[in-house]
């Protein structure tokens, strides 16, 4: 069964950093493209960063570039999204998500097939 399960994330203060993990298993990373979206409360859905499945594309929300740094490690099955100088804004749950590859590159649309259940980040002093 394929599942995603993320972790990493907490309380920070503006300016704070943290490093959110997303474990994969049940299938083989190889294959997928990884995305990270966020979610805030009364917003919608939004892409955050997508990393494509061998690694060599990444792309990046116009609001976190220069901020956010996506990575993976496929022998072990993890996809790691590095926030740094965190803003009050950047405060939601962040999903990580999964797609077979289909194209070379990878997309910041929600049309992805699975799901982790969240982390929640929260930016406050």
């Known amino acids: 069964q394929l599942q995603l399960v993320e972790s990493g994330g907490g309380l920070v203060q503006p300016g704070g950093s943290l490093r959110l993990s997303c474990a994969a298993s049940g299938f083989t990373l190889d294959y997928y493209h990884i995305a990270w979206f966020r979610q805030a409360p009364g917003k919608e859905r939004e892409g955050v960063s997508c990393?494509?499945?061998?690694?060599?594309?990444?792309n990046y929300a116009d609001s976190v570039k220069g901020r956010f740094t996506i990575s993976r490690d496929n022998a072990k099955g993890m996809v790691y999204l590095q926030v740094n100088s965190l803003k009050p804004e950047d405060a939601a749950v962040y999903y990580c998500a999964a797609r077979r590859r289909v194209f070379r590159l990878c997309s910041l649309l929600p049309d992805y097939n699975y799901w982790g259940q969240g982390t929640q980040v929260t930016v406050s002093s």
């Open positions: 990393i494509s499945s061998s690694g060599d594309n990444t």
